[in-house]
């Protein structure tokens, strides 16, 4: 496994987000260790998507400071591209592949390995997306090739197909934003198989999921943010899954809210 020579992949100091008058982000101080896995836990609206699109460069905070692997980040002119080419990658809902294309073809969209004339190398990249395939998210079952439609992959395999896609390249941080949804168990213990090799590769990931079963077995850590605010951070062994479920419902019901009070 490759040593890192930092210390959080990723890191934000005092984040505060307003869409209008409206305060979605509160103080955010939250950060991912260079090969953490880190459960991102919270209600709709609590401010998980919110978070991860100013990590990602889709959003631009009202206020605050973000560190990429140790390095302050410029917030005006950090985009989408830039957090791409900073080695950070999303893998949505199945959304990110295209259906109707092979699968050697959706490991290089938008990354073809080309000669000198500008034509696509195919036999290099089949070859690459084949070793990806067997090395990196073990497909070996029958009936599947780099040659095959990803329309015809099921769920599962289509999510190891883009978080294959994100480790060959190198992401540093890899950010699965609900991966699991309208899988069977099937699908979804191939999916948090796909979460234990980013973690042996060296990779740092951040989970967001409803699911805490599934986030209490992959995570190193558990972040709790409550309507816009980071309540907890929780390493694993300091917390069992029943512990976690029952916190969880007490924030739900209001309960932790009026301990403050």
Request: with cysteine; net charge neutral; aromatic share 8%.
């Amino acid at each position: 496994m490759e040593e890192r020579s930092y210390k959080n992949a990723v890191q934000t100091v005092e984040i505060d987000m307003y869409f209008g008058e409206i305060k979605a982000l509160e103080g955010i101080n939250f950060h991912v260790g260079a090969n953490e896995v880190v459960g991102l836990i919270g209600d709709n609206g609590a401010g998980k998507s919110t978070l991860i699109k100013i990590l990602t460069g889709v959003f631009t905070p009202t206020k605050g400071k973000l560190y990429i692997r140790d390095e302050k980040i410029e917030m005006k002119s950090y985009s989408v591209k830039q957090a791409h080419n900073l080695r950070i990658e999303t893998v949505y809902q199945d959304k990110s592949l295209a259906e109707k294309q092979d699968l050697w073809r959706n490991f290089f969209i938008g990354r073809q390995i080309t000669g000198p004339l500008g034509f696509i190398k195919v036999k290099e990249e089949k070859r690459i997306a084949n070793e990806i395939m067997l090395n990196m998210i073990g497909f070996r079952g029958a009936g599947i090739s780099v040659d095959s439609k990803v329309g015809k992959l099921s769920g599962g395999e289509r999510q190891g197909v883009s978080i294959g896609r994100a480790m060959y390249f190198d992401a540093d941080l890899i950010v699965l934003d609900e991966p699991t949804i309208a899988l069977s168990l099937k699908e979804v213990r191939k999916v948090l198989n796909f979460v234990h090799q980013i973690k042996e590769g060296g990779k740092a990931c951040i989970y967001i999921s409803h699911n805490t079963g599934d986030i209490y077995e992959i995570s190193d850590r558990f972040v709790i943010l409550d309507r816009g605010k980071l309540v907890a951070s929780i390493q694993k062994e300091e917390i069992s899954l029943k512990s976690l479920n029952t916190f969880l419902l007490e924030y739900a019901h209001g309960l932790k809210e009026n301990e403050k009070q």
